[in-house]
């Protein structure tokens, strides 16, 4: 059974500091990965995928894969108070039509 | 620009009664279609997704079903609702790239 693992939170920083948010991975066979942020009552939104071994970046955010450790995770730069929202970890893989999704961690930003 | 909708937003229902659920997109065609539930405290659970008319496929048996009418339409039915069936009902489409999902603005469904 494919399972994503994230650590619930919250994760609590102040503001202007860097937010580290971990995801771990069971299925090796999996190529693409997704995080997606959602505030407390919308639906998720995608903010970064990454889909080979190293870094990305996009502005404040930067996505991490090491694909031989079954990780993936998202460095929010200046953080601030409106990045506070749970972070959904994502992965599919080659072929497959379908997402498999970790629980998500709260992230809370505080001024 | 593909935009999903979502009908109704917000939703009380009785235990017993029926649902349906309506997702539309727009700005795409034959896209893939998925129906998510997310309970309180829960992760995103899939339903159902879809690659075409007619053709749905079901990933937890429960007491729901799916049906695909129409190319940009796809709809979430019960004949009987439950207290479990309780959540935020979201609907979403693939990407054109690496299988990415955008999702809808949701359905939250209380049943009393």
């Known amino acids: 059974q494919k399972e994503v693992e994230q650590n619930s939170g919250p994760l609590s920083v102040p503001e202007g500091a860097i937010a580290s948010l971990n995801c771990t991975y069971s299925d090796r066979g999996s190529q693409s990965f997704f995080w997606y942020r959602q505030y407390s009552g919308k639906s998720p939104e995608l903010i970064m995928f990454i889909y080979s071994n190293g870094d990305k970046e996009d502005g404040r955010f930067t996505a991490q894969l090491n694909k031989a450790s079954q990780y993936v995770s998202l460095l929010i730069r200046d953080s601030q108070p409106s990045d506070s929202a749970t972070y959904l970890c994502?992965?599919?893989?080659?072929?497959?039509?379908?997402?498999?999704f970790g629980k998500g961690t709260m992230l809370l930003v505080s001024p | 620009s593909q935009t999903i909708h979502q009908w109704p937003a917000t939703l009380v229902q009785p235990v017993g009664s029926p649902l349906s659920l309506e997702c539309t997109v727009e700005?795409?065609?034959?896209?893939?279609l998925y129906w998510y539930r997310q309970a309180a405290g829960r992760g995103l659970q899939l339903l159902f997704y879809s690659v075409g008319i007619g053709q749905i496929s079901s990933e937890v048996p429960q007491n729901l079903s799916a049906s695909r009418p129409q190319d940009r339409q796809f709809i979430l039915s019960s004949k009987k609702l439950l207290l479990s069936d309780s959540g935020f009902y979201l609907c979403a489409r693939v990407g054109s790239v690496y299988n990415e999902q955008f999702f809808g603005p949701g359905t939250r469904l209380t049943v009393l």
């Open positions: 994502a992965v599919t893989a080659s072929g497959y039509s379908t997402l498999t």
């Open positions: 700005g795409t065609s034959n896209p893939n």
